[in-house]
């Protein structure tokens, strides 16, 4: 029986392993245009002020479009692409897509909000990130205050130093920085302090649930009290309910994002709503008309 159980244990070892195998071989050829292992594709989830009734800002989420799993969330290969070294390929392809995107909807005549993109450490820190990113801005003629980098706190753990002037030279092509899922890594508050960042994301785990739950409420209100010292606006991802969002607003903080207003859209779901922006007056719609 011992024997016969290890050998499953290990069988399953090895096909995970396969999988996992598989997997990144499959990333690699569909990074590289080959339509048979799928494609990637970019999802954005709205960012609303609901004070001012406006859309302020898309998330782009990527997507694995796979022809045997169907859609695949990110959480199924982005780290497999930090593991095997394909990550910045990976996030220079999605800022491409983007940036195509975006340049449609401007031929259209509409006015598009800024897009952030995820940027993994290793991506920031890669020695063609400041080119590559200048390169898809010219060639598709998007302005770079139209992107944003979202950066985990882990960015900021080690060698800052080579750190600043990257952030600089990306600052001067116009591209915003946002610190994402703010709360949940080692924060280095000095660290921060030293750094040049336009807005902070309050994760999830801070905002759901705030409006009955005191410890949260507490830990919430240091990361406003963070975004006001570091002059930052602060955004609240993962908005799922009313009594939250009652909460939020009762406090001053009116930067939401999450599935209370929409989940991650198509790009031609998008599309309409900006067309919806775009006929409104003022660009203003109702939070209601802001639902998806
Ligand atoms: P993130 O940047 O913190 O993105 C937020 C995640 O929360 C997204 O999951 C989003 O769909 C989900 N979400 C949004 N609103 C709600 C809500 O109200 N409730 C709940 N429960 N979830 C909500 P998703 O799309 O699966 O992405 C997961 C993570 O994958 C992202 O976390 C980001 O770290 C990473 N990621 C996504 N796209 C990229 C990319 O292009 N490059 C890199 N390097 N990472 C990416
Ligand atoms: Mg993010
Ligand atoms: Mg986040
Ligand atoms: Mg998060």
Not at 154 to 160: A, I, M, W, Y
């Given at each position: 029986i011992r024997r016969n159980l290890d050998r499953s244990v290990v069988a399953e070892y090895d096909s995970a392993l396969a999988a996992r195998a598989r997997l990144r071989y499959e990333l690699r050829h569909a990074l590289r245009g080959d339509r048979r292992h799928g494609r990637l594709e970019v999802h954005y989830q709205p960012q609303i002020d609901v004070e001012a009734g406006k859309l302020i800002g898309l998330e782009a989420l990527v997507r694995w479009c796979h022809p045997e799993f169907g859609l695949v969330a990110p959480a199924m290969f982005v780290p497999q692409a930090e593991q095997s070294g394909r990550i910045f390929e990976l996030d220079a392809h999605v800022a491409r897509l983007v940036c195509e995107d975006l340049k449609r909807w401007l031929a259209k005549g509409l006015d598009p909000v800024p897009v952030a993109l995820n940027f993994s450490r290793v991506s920031l820190m890669h020695p063609e990130l400041f080119a590559r990113l200048e390169t898809i801005l010219r060639e598709t003629g998007v302005p770079g205050r139209l992107i944003e980098l979202e950066v985990t706190e882990?960015?900021?753990?080690?060698?800052?130093q080579p750190l600043y002037p990257r952030i600089a030279a990306l600052r001067s092509l116009g591209v915003h920085i946002a610190i994402d899922d703010f709360g949940t890594g080692s924060s280095n508050l000095d660290a921060l302090a030293d750094f040049t960042f336009d807005r902070l994301k309050a994760d999830r785990q801070f905002v759901h649930g705030v409006a009955s739950d005191h410890k949260k409420a507490g830990l919430f209100s240091l990361i406003h009290g963070a975004a006001r010292v570091f002059d930052a606006e602060l955004i609240c991802e993962g908005l799922e309910d009313e009594a939250d969002l009652a909460w939020l607003t009762s406090r001053g903080v009116h930067c939401v994002q999450g599935w209370l207003f929409s989940r991650a859209r198509t790009a031609r779901d998008i599309e309409h709503l900006l067309l919806r922006f775009h006929d409104a007056q003022e660009r203003q719609l109702s939070v209601g008309e802001l639902r998806a």
């Open positions: 882990s960015v900021l753990l080690d060698s800052l």
